[in-house]
């Protein structure tokens, strides 16, 4: 999703095929689309916010992956007659427990790296502020709040 011209742009130069605006009304906008249901649905933002509308637009047997934390419970009765999922991912849950595939995260960033030196995806980093200091910390910080960044804000090593 992107809701300016030049977040649509950039969502398009990663290989978006169809872009929405999160700031309007998603079921709508995405049923003008005339595609298929979506098989997947990765939410980054506002679980709560969206859960309602990745419930209406999940394909029957899909599943809904969230990464962000919410404030509220969810209705997955919503999803029952879909028989759609719903799954949290958490980066440091194989450390935490010590699961059985704690490589995962390892074998996933190792294969992107090389996606990455074949040139077959690209990095969404935006701008590197400099080293890790209380005012390059108050500087990204900003920016996120501002919600007009675009990509990925870096600070390096102290």
């Not at 394909?59 to 809904?64: L, N, Q, R, T, V």
């Not at 969230?66 to 879909?82: C, E, I, R």
């Not at 194989?94 to 030196?117: G, Q, S, V, W, Y």
Request: one cysteine or more; glycine letters at 6%.
């Amino acid at each position: 999703t992107a809701s300016r011209p030049e977040t649509e742009q950039w969502c398009r130069r990663l290989g978006a095929d169809h872009v929405i605006n999160h700031n309007a009304e998603l079921i709508g906008q995405y049923r003008m689309l005339n595609i298929d249901k979506p098989d997947y649905i990765l939410c980054c933002a506002d679980t709560d916010l969206y859960f309602d509308a990745m419930s209406a637009l999940i394909a029957p047997e899909g599943m809904i992956c969230s990464l962000v934390n919410s404030k509220t419970t969810y209705d997955m009765n919503a999803l029952k007659t879909k028989s759609a999922g719903f799954i949290w991912e958490f980066m440091f849950t194989r450390p935490m427990f010590k699961t059985k595939n704690m490589t995962a995260h390892h074998n996933i960033l190792n294969h992107i790296a090389e996606l990455l030196d074949e040139g077959k995806i690209i990095s969404t980093l935006k701008e590197t502020l400099g080293p890790i200091t209380p005012e390059n910390i108050t500087k990204a910080h900003r920016q996120l709040l501002s919600g007009k960044t675009i990509g990925k804000i870096a600070l390096t090593s102290i």
